[in-house]
C-alpha cells in the first residue's frame, strides 16, 4: 500500500479497520518531511510528540476506532497555536512563543484522533499570497516552495500547509484565510479547501489580521477531506454527494479577467465537463463588485491589524509588545506594510499620499461591507444560484523570489478569493486540472451564501468524481 496516495478518509477507514497502524503512517509521513526539506513547508516538525501520539492511538485497540480522524496525521499552520510547540505566526518575534493550550480548532482535531506532526511555514504574519518568507527555512532558498516545482510559490499564507498536501507528505491539515489565504495555496498545490462562513469555526488561539474577516479553515486532498474536517470542526452529518442535476452555478465575467492561457482553458474545460453532468451554469453580472470590495478590504485588515494584534499578543502572554514584533520582522514586504501602514494607522490613497485609516474603516464597516453583502445575498437570491463560479487564482503559480510578493502580485492573485472573504461568505477551492503547457494546478472556485458551507461541500463531495485527484507531483 502506497501510504503517500491515501486520502484522509482512505487513512481514516484503514486504520479503524486495523488493517494499517498510526505509526507506521505517521513515521512515513515524517519520513516524507524530511525528504522534503527544500519545500521549506514546515516551521516545527514534531516527530517525538506525533509519534507518541501514534503509539498511544495504536494501544488503544478497538475503542481507538471510534475517532473519525483516528490515527491520521495531518500539520497544522503556524498562527494557530497547539499546545507545547511554538506558535510563530511565521515571524521571528514569536518564535519563542510555546502555548499552554491547543486552540478550540485543533482541540476538536485532537479529540477526533488526529496526530499532528508539525507547524507549516506561513507567508509572515499572514498577510500576503507568495508564501516567500525570509523568517524560516529548512532548504537552500528561502521562501515555502510550490509541491510541483521547487522554482515557484506555494501561494499564502497557508504556503506551508498547501505545500505539504501537495507534495503528499500528508493528505490534510489546517490553514486559515483572510483574503484568500487557504484557496490560493490549495489552487497553486493541488489541493482542496474550504474557507468556511465567518464565524462557523471558534477563532481563538490563532494569531489575528482582522475579526471581521479571518477563519481558520480545512485544507486536503479531496473534498470529501475537507468535508471529513469540517465536521470535526463544526459538528453536523457526514455530507452527501449533491446531485449535479439540481445545481446552479452563476458566471460573473468580471472574474474572468488577467487569466493565463493554461487556467483560461482548464477552468472552461471544466464548466464543460459540469455541463455535461448537468449543471446549470448562467451568466450573471455583478456591476458594483469591485468597487464595494475596494472599499471594505485595506481599510478593514489594515485597520483591524493593530487592535487584533496587540490584544491577541496581550491574551496570549507572550511578553512581547506589537513594536517589538514588528521591529523583528524579516520579510521586505511585511515589514513595509507594518511600519508605513498598520502601526502609524495609515491607508494609501489614491493620489499617493497616506491618511488617517478610521474614516476609511467606519465607511468599510457601516457603508461599504453591508452593500457587498447584500450585493452578494440579492445576486444568489435573483438568479436562485448555489454559487458563483471562478477560476480560483487568475494565473498558475509564479517564480519565488522577493518580487513574488510585491503588491501587484497580491492584488492579481486576491482578484478572485478577496470579494467572498469580505463579504463574509463561504468558499470552496477544487483542484480541476494540471495545466496543458505548464504542468502545473489550476483550481476552481465556488462562493455560496452565508451559511451554506454543507451545501459548497455537498457540491464539492460531487465534484471530486467529476475530476479525480490530480497526478501526484513527478
Request: glycine share 12%.
Amino acid at each position: 500500500m502506497n501510504f503517500d496516495e491515501l486520502t484522509l478518509t482512505q487513512a481514516a477507514a484503514e486504520l479503524a479497520a486495523g488493517k494499517i497502524t498510526s505509526h507506521a503512517l505517521t513515521s512515513e509521513a515524517l519520513a516524507r518531511a524530511k525528504t522534503n526539506v527544500d519545500l521549506n513547508a514546515f516551521v516545527t516538525l514534531d516527530e517525538e510528540g506525533a509519534l507518541k501520539a501514534a503509539v498511544a492511538f495504536d494501544t488503544q485497540g478497538a475503542g481507538a476506532g471510534s475517532r473519525p480522524l483516528g490515527g491520521v496525521p495531518i500539520v497544522i499552520k503556524d498562527n494557530i497555536e497547539v499546545a507545547g510547540l511554538p506558535c510563530t505566526a511565521g515571524t521571528p518575534g514569536l518564535k519563542t512563543f510555546i502555548p499552554g493550550a491547543d486552540a478550540p480548532v485543533v482541540a476538536k482535531l485532537r479529540a477526533a484522533g488526529a496526530v499532528i506532526i508539525g507547524k507549516t511555514n506561513m507567508h509572515e504574519l499572514a498577510f500576503g499570497i507568495s508564501g516567500y518568507n525570509t523568517a524560516f527555512k529548512t532548504g537552500a532558498e528561502y521562501g515555502v516552495r510550490n509541491a510541483y516545482d521547487r522554482a515557484l510559490i506555494a501561494g499564502g499564507s497557508s504556503s506551508g500547509t498547501g505545500a505539504a498536501i501537495g507534495a503528499r507528505i500528508v493528505a490534510g491539515g489546517l490553514g486559515t484565510d483572510t483574503g484568500g489565504s487557504v484557496r490560493v495555496p490549495g489552487a497553486l498545490n493541488g489541493c482542496a479547501s474550504l474557507r468556511p462562513t465567518v464565524g462557523r469555526y471558534p477563532q481563538a488561539g490563532i494569531a489575528p489580521i482582522s475579526h471581521t474577516r479571518d477563519t481558520a479553515g480545512p485544507m486536503a486532498a479531496t473534498m470529501a477531506d475537507v468535508a471529513l474536517l469540517d465536521r470535526v470542526i463544526a459538528g453536523g452529518d457526514a455530507v452527501q454527494p449533491a446531485d449535479l442535476s439540481k445545481v446552479r452555478l452563476g458566471l460573473v465575467t468580471s472574474m474572468l479577467t488577467n487569466l493565463d492561457g493554461d487556467t483560461e482553458a482548464a477552468f472552461h474545460a471544466a464548466l464543460d465537463r459540469l455541463k455535461a453532468q448537468g449543471v446549470t451554469v448562467i451568466d450573471i453580472e455583478m456591476a458594483e463588485l469591485a468597487q464595494l470590495n475596494g472599499q471594505v478590504g485595506f481599510p478593514v485588515a489594515l485597520y483591524e491589524a493593530y487592535d487584533d494584534m496587540v490584544a491577541y499578543l496581550k491574551r496570549t502572554g507572550t511578553g512581547v509588545t506589537i513594536d517589538a514584533m514588528v521591529a523583528q520582522i524579516a520579510s521586505a514586504d511585511i515589514k513595509g506594510t507594518y511600519e508605513g501602514l498598520v502601526l502609524p494607522r495609515k491607508l494609501p490613497a489614491p493620489d499617493g499620499s497616506f491618511v488617517d485609516a478610521k474614516p476609511l474603516y467606519d465607511l468599510a464597516i457601516n457603508v461599504a461591507r453591508p452593500a457587498l453583502q447584500a450585493l452578494y445575498q440579492q445576486t444568489f437570491a435573483s438568479n436562485r444560484l448555489d454559487a458563483i463560479t471562478f477560476p480560483t487564482t487568475p494565473r498558475v503559480a509564479i517564480a519565488s523570489n522577493p518580487e513574488s510578493s510585491s503588491l501587484e502580485n497580491f492584488g492579481l492573485f486576491i482578484q478572485n478569493t478577496d470579494p467572498g472573504s469580505n463579504a463574509g461568505i463561504p468558499g470552496i477551492q477544487i483542484p480541476i486540472a494540471l495545466g496543458a503547457s505548464s504542468k502545473l494546478p489550476i483550481g476552481l472556485e465556488l462562493d455560496g451564501p452565508t451559511g451554506s458551507d454543507e451545501r459548497l461541500l455537498a457540491i464539492g463531495v460531487a465534484f471530486d468524481a467529476v475530476f479525480g485527484r490530480l497526478p501526484a507531483p513527478r
